[in-house]
């Protein structure tokens, strides 16, 4: 707290913030998917031994707490201390609710409940004996990811043209080069699977074609900040000089599609030797329901390494409906194999990396971290670009406070800005109130067009996900 942005937070009690519905409205949505979740679990498990009642009771216990969790929501109760799991986060989060007094869930800080819900969530299952790495939320991510087949496909198809096309050819066309990379970051920042007119001009061959120049306009319209230019410059720059040691950051958002656009990402950085290391760093626990833990990465490697298995396989809800989805043509196989086999190896070498760490699941801004996370903060500046991922970051970046709008995002950044020895960029598209960097007037006129808030008080043209800013901040 002492070393946030002394500006006012974003507050669920605000009718004019976008924590208001999502405080009465989605979070207890949340919660009773949870509930789903588990009792379907439950439902599903034997009781052929002790140890199988044994986690069958566990599991009535956590139905409990999660009912009696949404019901403290819905009613508007005061914030109660975490239970201690073993974790030293707990601390932090309690230490942090003593000090803001009497807090409710409908009328407090946004960022700090709504990581508070998730952490004590987790709580739930870290203590039991049974269910200490259950992940509540794995059915929505791989429903999630498999409902994107078809985007899936697509991209493997694209990707594999344009790796093949790195490793065989030395010289390109330093044009091509460029807005290459520009797409790449596109296809990652929006990560949306039913979007493939992101998809269909990644190759040197068509990149620069008059088709391919339009895509790029149309990918691009809604982007209110963009820095990729200087980004790519950034990263231009010290391949041109030879460094030895260029690694690349990613803070990962989402998983299912969007790890995978990720990680398309992450191998083309390393394939174009824009990059010669990438980091990637999930969440520790089940977070904000669809972010990425390690176990998704390994999930969705297996995925790609039986792919007929994975994507042939009725689901549950397949299998109610009695549908049974098309089989995968030999080159989808052969696409997706190309793809495991590529992430595999640079895994294997030590040149894609995951590395969690629980203080991307801490109660506040990231303000917080050269104080709190010294040792995290010296890590990141031993590569040459940070890249955060999604919404959440986002907020965490700049503090999720009342900014005018018009704010230099270094200067958001706090003392994670100009100075602090980190190359910072966001890919975020909007989808909480927050937002920096914007042209004086931007976000007046934003506000006019359709579903934009007029003049409600209310900034609504950034909760949808339609608007988009790419920012980026040197460290030095």
């Known amino acids: 707290m002492d070393h946030d942005p002394k500006l006012p937070p974003y507050s669920t009690g605000d009718p004019t913030s976008f924590a208001y519905s999502t405080s009465r409205e989605r979070w207890p949505i949340i919660i009773t998917q949870a509930i789903d979740d588990v009792y379907r679990t439950v ?26 969790l949404k019901y403290e929501l819905q009613h508007n109760r005061a914030l109660t201390p975490l239970r201690d799991d073993g974790f030293d986060d707990v601390k932090v989060y309690n230490d942090e609710l003593a000090r803001r007094g009497n807090l409710t869930w409908l009328d407090g800080p946004w960022l700090f409940i709504e990581c508070y819900l998730f952490r004590r969530m987790s709580t739930y299952f870290t203590t ?22 078809a985007a899936v496909l697509e991209l493997a198809a694209r990707y594999r043209e344009l790796i ?62 963009n820095d990729l230019p200087q980004v790519y410059e950034h990263l231009k720059s010290l391949k041109d000089q030879k460094i030895a040691e260029r690694r690349v950051d990613i803070v990962l958002d989402n998983a299912g599609f969007e790890l995978f656009v ?20 999930p969440k520790s626990i089940p977070w904000f329901v669809s972010d990425v833990l390690s176990t998704d990465f390994a999930a969705l ?9 994975f994507f042939e396989t009725p689901s549950d809800e397949d299998q109610l409906r009695g549908v049974t989805p098309a089989p995968l043509e030999e080159d989808h196989v052969a696409q997706l194999d ?6 595999s190896r640079q895994h294997a070498e030590g040149r894609l990396v995951l590395r969690p760490n629980r203080a991307w699941t801490g109660p506040g801004s990231f303000w917080r971290l050269p104080a709190e996370q010294p040792e995290l903060v010296e890590d990141l500046k031993q590569g040459v670009l940070t890249i ?66 007029g003049d409600t008080g209310a900034r609504k043209w950034a909760w949808n996900g339609k608007w988009a800013v790419v920012s980026f901040s040197r460290g030095t």
């Open 262 to 281: 990720d990680l398309v990402l992450a191998g083309y950085l390393l394939a174009s030797g824009l990059a010669t290391h990438v980091v990637l760093h």
């Open 338 to 343: 190309f793809l495991f086999a590529d992430w």
């Open 43 to 68: 439902g599903s498990l034997p009781d052929n031994s002790d140890e199988d009642k044994q986690k069958q009771a566990e599991g009535k216990k956590i139905l409990g707490e999660l009912a009696k």
């Open 388 to 453: 955060f991922k999604g919404d959440l970051n986002y907020r965490k970046l700049v503090g999720d406070v009342a900014w005018d709008p018009t704010t230099p995002f270094s200067e958001a950044l706090g003392p994670l800005g100009p100075g602090s020895g980190l190359n910072i960029l966001t890919l975020r598209t909007c989808k909480a109130d927050v937002v920096v960097g914007l042209k004086p007037g931007e976000d007046e006129e934003l506000r006019k067009t359709e579903g934009g808030g």
């Open 128 to 149: 039991s004996q049974h269910w200490k790495t259950y992940d509540v939320f794995a059915r929505q991510k791989i429903k999630s990811f498999r409902s994107s087949r």
């Open 164 to 225: 093949t096309q790195l490793q065989q050819s030395k010289t390109h066309d330093a044009e091509a080069e460029r807005l290459l990379f520009a797409e790449m970051c596109d296809v990652c920042l929006w990560g949306n699977a039913s979007d493939l007119s992101l998809l269909l001009v990644l190759t040197y061959d068509t990149i620069s074609q008059i088709q391919g120049s339009e895509a790029r306009r149309a990918a691009e319209k809604n982007i209110l900040v």
């Open 301 to 309: 490697l297996n995925a790609l390494a039986s792919p007929r298995a």
